[in-house]
DNA sequence: GCAAGTACACTGGTCAGACCAGTAGCCTGA
DNA sequence: TCAGGCTACTGGTCTGACCAGTGTACTTGC
């Protein structure tokens, strides 16, 4: 016979997990409203410390939105990787996470997507692959923060080409967090129009392995791009964890 | 002239930035303690209810934990995945992400954790794998939970043999929602031991590859034995999305 | 009739004070 | 020495209050 250990059941957590039920079901859509806190004490038989607790968790959670004045009530937001992006921002900042398992995750994700991207391409996902080659052209010569800009467009054009909005989410994520990371360094990069020019480069060259639909030549110029980029910010001896995936 | 939108900054948001820039900065420590509620609330001069919807908001995302009646204070705890894990299940939850597309990120991340196991391992690993098979073995025997968990500490045994603890998270997260969204499919399966037998077959394929450190053969075999059990399940217009990775 | 402006009811954010169940650690008595 | 009880204090919850700010409906001016 074996029993297991129960934990006290605090008010607001059962009045997150009713509400987090009916917004993840699909029973509560984005857009929709919330009745209003005092509202909300009645309906539960609660304070309305405990109904703001619940929502204070919730609103961390990236599921609702209140504003004061808003007679409407708290506002149901649309699913967004937001908290998603803050908990792993956070484990990363947090030790077991460093620069090479980022980067690592990386070469693992942007790999898979660009492999995805060139066996399931459409025609209007090459020509915004194109159009998306074309601004990093022209950014190259405007800035390195105009650059930047149209090289994530690229990278989230492969990403949806993908077809899988995990792994959009996910690579914008991890490209996010390991761009802060090394943010710092990147911007005193010595010479950063022949880092544009190489970047380019690989851009070229993965988009016409996508257009041949080449799916592992794209996926291994994908990797290969990211290490040749990133890797020298890597501390030497971790740098064995990313080469198995050249 | 460009200026940036301002939101109102909370009170309560202010103090959840104090206390997580202290405890990411690793000022605070695991395991070290708050000040109790009255103490803060006299450290940040606010009232308690402010307080303690700060600290829900961080208690939200797993970086502290307070128990009632601990004259030490809400304690710091270690960074886990556990905040993680629970967006990212909210996000696979949501609208837009059916099985194809969670059985392709599964494929995705499962092929690359065998990737880079087989090419990571240490003897420690293999021998870990070992018993994680037999015990797989015994569980056949026993029943189909047995089994289950069997077979869920192989993969969780791979992926912490691949070395980095986001692919590991990541994997764990997407074979939960996956087993959530088929479960009642599976536990209806005809023919539960033929499916044991198939999925022990592929195991130990899997655990060879990797003992023989061919990183892209374990890889393929593991996309390719979630394909040949999972795929009955996913609409046939939809199976296109999978094939690509085979 | 309609647009601009205003008043108001109500929202969420915050505070103060209170009560309760439950805990850690001390303190007592055997 | 140690089991048992005591106590001061913890976090969880409730009530009631005030405020700045908002959306709506109404009024005003044209």
New interface residues.
């Given amino acids: 016979m074996k029993f297991e250990p129960v934990a006290p059941v605090r008010a607001?957590e059962r009045i997150v997990e009713q509400i987090?039920e009916a917004v993840?079901s699909?029973r509560l859509k984005p857009g929709e409203r919330l009745p209003g806190e005092r509202e909300l004490m009645t309906q539960f038989g609660v304070g309305r410390?405990t109904v703001?607790?619940a929502l204070?968790?919730l609103q961390?959670?990236?599921?609702i939105r209140s504003r004061p004045g808003d007679p409407r009530g708290p506002e149901v937001l649309a699913?967004s990787?937001a908290?998603?992006h803050?908990?792993?921002h956070?484990?990363a900042?947090?030790?077991?996470?460093g620069l090479a398992?980022?980067l690592?995750?990386r070469m693992?994700?942007d790999g898979?997507a660009h492999?995805?991207a060139a066996?399931?391409r459409t025609d209007d996902d090459l020509s915004a692959l194109d159009t998306a080659l074309v601004a990093m052209r022209a950014g190259a010569k405007e800035g390195f923060e105009q650059f930047s800009h149209a090289d994530v467009a690229f990278h989230e054009t492969i990403a949806r080409a993908s077809?899988?909005?995990?792994?959009v989410?996910?690579a914008e994520v991890?490209r996010g967090v390991v761009l802060e990371l090394i943010e710092d360094k990147l911007s005193h990069a010595r010479d950063r129009s022949a880092l544009m020019q190489s970047w380019l480069g690989h851009h070229a060259e993965v988009l016409e392995a996508v257009r041949a639909a080449d799916?592992e030549l794209a996926a291994r110029l994908a990797r290969r791009a990211l290490y040749d980029n990133y890797a020298e910010y890597v501390p030497e001896e971790q740098r064995?964890?990313l080469t198995?995936?050249l």
Avoid: I, K, T
């Fill in positions: 607001y987090e993840v699909g410390s703001r607790e204070r968790v961390a959670a990236e599921l699913a990787p908290a998603l803050r908990s792993m956070r484990l900042r947090a030790d077991h996470v398992e980022l690592q995750f693992v994700l898979s492999l995805l066996q399931l077809r899988n909005p995990l792994l989410v996910s991890v799916g064995a964890l198995p995936l």
